[in-house]
């Protein structure tokens, strides 16, 4: 192998040095021979726990695709009409003049073969999607598809009873290119066959989602005659290969807003080729189908009680309103939750700790092990507990801090000081899981984002957290977290557990319902013209909001003096003192705390 690089120099311990550690992007095979490369027990993807499945919603059937049997007259010497206008005149569908090439290809042998009775599929937009001999035994169904930044979620649905037949999800295959939108945006401009790549793979990896729910089913995927897809607008944007620049530049303008309706072969998605391939709309910004998907799934549109949505993720959606309007903000909380730049970070698979619980007195600490196995490392879940109880006991302060304390759990470690949740006798890596002081100041970054968003959409709504009657946490992430852990260290705002609802996939179950319901599907305009799209980068308090934010779990700027009474652990240096006063400028209001014991809040970045 080549020598060790620069790289690797600076990101691996010594102990990991010597025992022959590579990093895997810096490693290479300079000579020839037999190389054997064994992937460390908790680098290994494991069979991952992807939520697919959200708060099931009733809606009546009413798909816009539709199954017609028709009988059809044979020409005659004094009735020569045309087959085509002959299908027409005996359905009495002649406004329908839209139809597809390959429909007018197979019609002669279709009426012929079916003795001039056969069965039309149908769509409202597109026409005339199939003709088949009406005694062919073939199924109707509808794929629906959540094109989420880290995963994929697809649901194959019979269209003739709207059942759910099977379900199927993967890791999104784009995130080898860039794990967050930023990321992929900035691959995705460099290059038009950049673009290109990244289209080409998710529109592999949706069609090899309904590969697996067909091969689950027992269906060929010819017979699926309609798909829907949602997700955030550059998701969005991927699959349908339209550039993405401009999303990442001021104002943010996407290529196309409103709902869209395509052939299926004109995207390379294996379904019948002439089937339709709907996308609902997008808002503006990040905010896209995912979020009128959300809001179309828990009905927040026509709610009278003021709501507040929040779909957890690489890309954060929030949502807060009713049936009189609606606002809504994208938050670039990152992968942190998922388990992404924390040391001993992982996602929710066999092995990860997913629930921690810390004993004030002793420190000590209990645990939940996805499957109940020896721990390799702790996912989203589990490092949002692990946050909310080192604060909880006192192992954290306010500003992030991992704070000295007579335990052996509290030390001093390679990346600063650390807290042990799992000594090495108890794992399954042969090493001690800990929470770094590194993956405090990423989890402060990603809860903070979440916060700042929740705060500043509240604020244009000119509501505040007493005012909201329902909240509705939604995505894989927030199907697992704790309420209360999030609502501890911050990342939501401090709402009453009994009004919080976590619905999972929300952005999924918005997609089979526009697949199933047509009367629904319409509504998702209604959703965008009554929402209000703000653009945090852009808004006027985010800097301030995002400073105040990564405290755990926040200060309240404009009510900063009655905080300081009320909040627990707080001091202010004059560091900082500087800092908040310029902050609360506007209001011309002065902090009240004068003890000088503790450091800069933005000390360690």
């Known amino acids: 192998m080549n020598p060790l690089t620069s790289s690797e120099m600076k990101c691996l311990e010594p102990g990991e040095i010597k025992a022959g550690f590579r990093l895997a992007c810096q490693a290479r095979g300079v000579s020839g021979g037999r190389i054997v490369v064994e992937v460390p027990e908790q680098s290994r993807s494991g069979k991952q726990r992807l939520l697919v499945e959200g708060r099931p ?13 028709i009988e059809v007259s044979k020409p005659t010497l004094e009735d020569p009409l045309a ?4 299908l027409l005149k005996s359905t009495g569908l002649s406004e329908l003049d839209q139809v597809d090439l390959q429909v007018l290809r197979e019609l002669p042998a279709a009426l012929r073969e079916g003795g001039w009775s056969v069965a039309v599929i149908v769509h409202t937009k597109r026409g005339i999607l199939m003709v088949r001999p009406a ?49 992929r945006i900035a691959y995705a401009s460099r290059s038009d066959e950049n673009l290109e790549e990244l289209h080409r793979v998710i529109v592999e990896g949706v069609n090899k989602l309904i590969e697996d729910a067909c091969r689950s089913a027992g269906v060929d995927a010819s017979e699926i005659v309609e798909l829907v897809a949602v997700g955030n607008t550059l998701m969005h944007h991927l699959f349908l290969g339209l550039p993405p620049k401009y999303l990442a530049a001021s104002p943010y303008p996407p290529v196309v807003r409103r709902a869209l309706d395509f052939r299926a072969s004109d995207l390379g998605v294996r379904i019948l080729p002439s089937g339709n391939v709907h996308m609902l709309p997008n808002v503006a910004g990040f905010v896209g189908a995912d979020a009128v998907a959300d809001v179309l799934a828990t009905g927040i549109h026509r709610s009278r009680e003021l709501c507040f949505v929040i779909d957890v993720g690489t890309n954060t959606e929030i949502v807060v309103g009713n049936m009189s ?35 004030p007195s002793d420190l000590s600490v209990q645990y939940q092990v996805i499957d109940d196995v020896k721990p390799k490392g702790i996912c989203g879940s589990g490092i949002v507990d692990a946050l909310a109880e080192m604060l909880n006991a006192g192992v954290v302060d306010t500003m992030g801090r991992i704070v000295t304390r007579e335990s052996q759990r509290v030390r001093e470690g390679s990346d600063g000081p650390e807290f042990v949740i799992a000594f090495k006798e108890e794992t399954a890596i042969g090493k001690d899981i800990v929470i770094t002081q590194r993956d405090v100041r990423e989890l402060q970054k990603a809860k903070a984002a979440m916060y700042t968003g929740a705060s500043i959409v509240m604020k244009e709504a000119g509501v505040g957290v007493r005012q909201i009657k329902k909240v509705y946490i939604a995505g894989a992430f927030g199907l697992y977290i704790d309420p209360s852990s999030a609502r501890r260290i911050g990342m939501i705002p401090p709402f009453p557990l009994h009004i919080i609802s976590q619905v999972g996939n929300a952005a999924g179950t918005g997609a089979k319902i526009a697949l199933t319901s047509l009367r629904k599907r319409l509504e998702c305009g209604e959703i965008v013209s009554k929402m209000r799209y703000i653009e945090l980068a852009a808004h006027p308090d985010f800097q301030q909001e995002f400073l105040a934010a990564m405290y755990l779990p926040h200060l309240e700027l404009d009510r900063f003096g009655d905080m300081v009474e009320k909040m627990d652990n707080l001091t202010v240096s004059n560091k900082h003192k500087a800092l908040l006063e310029r902050l609360m400028r506007r ?15 933005i000390k360690n970045g």
């Open 57 to 69: 919603v009733e809606v009546e059937l009413e798909p816009a695709v539709r199954e017609l049997v």
């Open 83 to 86: 087959d085509f206008e002959r």
């Open 135 to 183: 005694r062919s035994s073939r199924g109707l169904y509808g794929f629906a598809v959540d094109i989420g930044t880290t995963k994929l979620a697809g649901y194959l649905i019979d269209l003739r009873t709207g059942k759910v037949l099977s379900v199927a999800s993967s890791p999104n295959p784009q995130i080898p290119y860039g794990e967050d939108v930023i990321s």
């Open 325 to 359: 309007g609606m606002y809504s903000a994208s938050c670039a909380s990152g992968p942190a939750f998922e388990g992404a730049h924390i040391k001993f970070g992982m996602r929710a698979t066999s092995g990860a700790i997913e629930r921690v619980w810390i004993d």
């Open 587 to 601: 209001e011309n209001r002065k902090p009240k705390c004068d003890d000088q014991t503790c450091g800069s809040p």
